[in-house]
């Protein structure tokens, strides 16, 4: 009897150990093949591999992440409002349009995920139109982002370009 009840011991143990980890109850069902989680960390880490790690206290150098988009149509709207400026630096119109092509492309760079270059064309529309006050909730958000993941955001004139884009 006693060897008959270790024996059983053995196999119920023996079982256990092969059912596998406990599912949570509160975790979330697994995605579909196709689906790209939608995290915090998803937003801001995908793509990246850490540039150097934090020093004690400190913050992480940013690094660029993020889809790779079609800018061209966007870009040669910036460049068509910048010569426009050139021309004019102290026109209003021409200001006004600089901010909205900056605008346009900080949006879908946004959509992206290229936080970093959003980061730079908000800041430029904000130059040029100091009364925009979404390219400013932008920029507050941005970098409230970077700041809770213990990162450092791109300084001023420091952001990356948009990540190339090939067909």
Known sequence: M???LIVSFAIALMGCNNAGKPVPQNSAAAPAAN???????????????????APAGGKSRWTQSGDP?????????IAAA??????????????????????????????ARQYASALGDYRRVVKYDPSNEEAKNWIDQIIGIYDSMGRESPNEGEEPPPLPFNK
């Open 2 to 4: 006693k060897k008959l």
């Open 35 to 53: 689906d790209r989680p939608q995290t915090a960390i998803a937003h801001s880490l995908e793509n990246q591999t850490p540039s150097s790690a």
């Open 69 to 77: 988009i079609d800018t061209k149509k966007l870009d040669g709207a």
């Open 82 to 111: 910048e010569v426009a400026l050139r021309k004019s630096p102290n026109d209003a119109k021409a200001k006004k349009a600089a901010a909205e092509a900056y605008l346009e492309r900080a949006n879908a760079l946004t959509g």
